[in-house]
């Protein structure tokens, strides 16, 4: 029977259990809280890009439209490298590359869009071909994590085309073929069974499906020289049978005619490409950097002129095995094969001039391939020169029709490669970056290995994959960015928006001209505005030595006033305070940068992101300057 007693302490244990719920429920409420507390901590000391102001970087505000859309794809949290995991945004990646080729490629001599009628989501043929990253018959795409990951890509396909054309590398799994003595007549006969060419792309049959195993692909490191097929396994190596490592050691494997790739940028060049031909162990010695014309542009005369040069030059070096009774003379080639077109700079905005570049290596990939010498050498007769247009920055001018913006990308559609950036210009959320090439297979060819834990022609929709054509395995679904911006804008609305900050930067050139305290450091292109803020003691110096400052005498001179060297150091110095002061003052945001026809750095402005700016921002831009300035 229960008691008294037993009614009490059940009722005091249901108390002390209600209690602790709320305890634990109220310490779950302050948890949440104190987080919010620190989001909006994080939120009040960053950077705020989303401000009218803020010029300092290639980005700033985020479109709504694009905003919404990367939400979505964090709220399915999945990777875009199999059709199994993200079938939706698979096919999504696919009609954004199908649209982005044929603004690139199909463009008419006059640079405007053939069959321009055709609309989105009338483009099944566009993204049925399932042999490639993306795409249709001819071309290949895929979205990449940046621009400099995007200019990476170009070379390493490049490079790959030059050896192989779109054909994959054989994948070579070099096992010792001789044995030390410790070994057993079995232990010898494994190990000579085990040396194997397989491809990269191989299909995969039978009982060969291993889910989730990874195979160790070579036994021993080796190094290969550039471009050299000659297999050269290192006597220093612990891991190697001792035996090979003496003097003595000898190999029967010949040394073969070597040949350098080397590839041309110009001065104006994105950075990224010096890292870029480090990473694919092309080499900076590589690396030829062309000159630049005053207006920023690459000096295609310097690139014909170099170019010829290097073709007709001759190297003899000397080779060695490891006995000096072995030496011989090995010729060696270098071969242009990559020319990195820029299509607005980081700093001046300068559009090379795609039509002649081309025109330059299309001529030189005939003198080449009707050489014999070459042909003997190279056992090719198509060597191609591959060129590729560096958009990160200015390549989203190929949505207008306007014909002073479309005409800065002609040619365009005779170029190997491209490359853009939706997340400067146009306001998708970073990093937002499209890469496209008219080299059909060229992706997977190159980059390929035929992971069988996860691509497997069995899945579902595994003809779809993406993942085996890029060199990263997790991929983001960034391609739902662009989409987002061109369903709901139309890729006539996203041209219209970059014609409006055009004419905003117009503006700006008309009023920097017209105002005493300003001057324009260079002839401005069409998403770049580089200038000088000059305050009156510097500006009364200028015109004692007959330096106008407002530079507006005559609109279509070219010439800019040079401002001597201790003037520009003073320069230097205000535009340094200048921005130190905007900065601190919570209102402006705008960098100064070096500039190759200036000795001072300068002032740089853009419109970069989803920033809405008309003539009174203009008007305030200049006035918050000359007011933080004026001691100065």
């Known amino acids: 029977m229960r008691n008294d007693d037993d009614d009490n302490n059940n009722n005091n244990n249901n108390k002390n259990n209600n209690t602790d719920h709320k305890s634990l429920k109220q310490l779950q409420l302050d948890k949440v809280q104190q987080m919010m507390k620190c989001f909006q901590m994080i939120q009040t000391y960053s950077v705020n890009t989303n401000h009218p102001y803020f010029f300092n970087q290639l980005f700033g505000a985020v479109d709504p439209v694009a905003l919404a859309a990367e939400v979505i794809a964090l709220s399915v949290n999945t990777s875009a490298y199999t059709w199994e995991t993200a079938p939706v945004f698979t096919l999504i990646e696919r009609e954004v590359l199908a649209h982005v080729h044929r603004l690139v490629f199909h463009r008419d001599a006059g640079g405007l869009l053939k069959d321009s009628n055709k609309s989105w989501g009338k483009t099944k ?8 990253g993306a795409g249709i018959e001819g071309w290949d795409g895929l979205m990449l994590p940046g621009g400099s990951l995007s200019n990476l890509t170009a070379l390493h396909v490049a490079r790959h085309y030059a050896k192989y054309g779109t054909h994959p590398k054989p994948i070579t799994t070099n096992y010792l073929t001789s044995c030390t003595s410790a070994c057993t007549p079995q232990q010898t006969a494994s190990c000579q069974n085990n040396s194997t060419t397989t491809s990269s792309s191989s299909s995969w049959q039978g009982n060969d499906h291993e889910e989730e195993k990874k195979e160790q692909d070579e036994l021993y490191p080796t190094h290969s020289n550039n471009h050299s097929s000659t297999i050269v396994i290192d006597p220093s190596l612990s891991s190697a049978p001792s035996s090979m490592a003496n003097d003595n050691f000898e190999t029967d494997l010949e040394v073969e005619s070597e040949s350098d790739l080397v590839a041309f940028v110009s001065s104006e060049a994105h950075y990224s490409f010096t890292k870029a031909v480090s990473v694919t162990g092309i080499g900076t010695e590589n690396l030829i950097v062309i000159p630049t014309l005053p207006n920023g542009q690459m000096d295609v005369q310097q690139l014909d002129r170099l170019m010829m040069d290097l073709i007709s030059e001759k190297h003899e070096n000397y080779g060695s095995c490891a ?11 270098r071969i242009p094969f990559f020319v990195a077109v820029t299509s607005g700079s980081t700093v001046r905005g300068s559009f090379d001039d795609i039509e002649a570049i081309v025109e330059v290596c299309r001529k030189h990939e005939e003198r080449m391939n009707t050489d014999a010498n070459f042909i003997k050498k190279t056992k090719t007769n198509k060597h191609k020169i591959w060129v ?5 920055w200015g390549g989203s001018a190929i949505f207008s029709s306007r014909h002073d913006i479309r005409s800065l990308m002609n040619g365009v559609e005779n170029v190997d490669s491209f490359t853009f950036n939706p997340h400067k210009l146009i306001g998708a959320p970073q990093q937002t970056t499209v890469f496209v090439t008219r080299h059909e297979g060229i992706l997977k060819a190159a980059n390929s290995s035929g992971a069988k834990y996860l691509f497997d022609s069995r899945k579902n929709g595994a003809e779809y994959d993406l993942g085996d054509a890029s060199y990263t395995c997790g991929r983001r679904t960034d391609a739902i960015k662009l989409w987002a911006l061109w369903k709901f804008h139309g890729p006539h609305g996203i041209g219209k928006s970059l014609e409006e900050k055009v004419d905003s930067l117009q503006y700006f050139v008309k009023r920097v001209k017209e105002r005493r305290n300003f001057m324009l450091a260079c002839d401005p292109w069409p998403f770049n505005v580089n200038f000088f803020y000059i305050p009156e003691r510097i500006r009364q110096r200028l015109l004692d030595i007959g330096v106008d400052t407002t530079n507006n005498s005559n609109e279509h001179d070219d010439v800019l006033p040079e401002i001597p060297h201790d003037i520009s150091e003073e320069l230097a110095k205000v535009s340094v305070e200048l921005k130190l002061r905007l900065h601190q003052s919570g209102e402006m945001l705008i960098p ?12 740089r402005i853009v419109l970069a ?18 007011r933080y300035g004026k001691d100065l």
């Not at 100064?592 to 002032?603: E, G, I, R, T, V």
């Open 323 to 333: 006995s000096a009774s072995r030496s011989r003379r090995r010729s060696r080639m």
């Open 609 to 626: 992101g989803y920033k809405p700016f008309d003539d009174s921002d203009v008007e305030k831009v200049l006035d918050l300057m000359e």
């Open 388 to 392: 590729h247009v560096d958009g990160a």
């Open 125 to 132: 043929d566009d993204v049925s071909h399932k042999n490639t």
């Open 592 to 603: 100064y940068q070096p500039l190759s026809n200036q000795k001072a750095d300068c002032f």
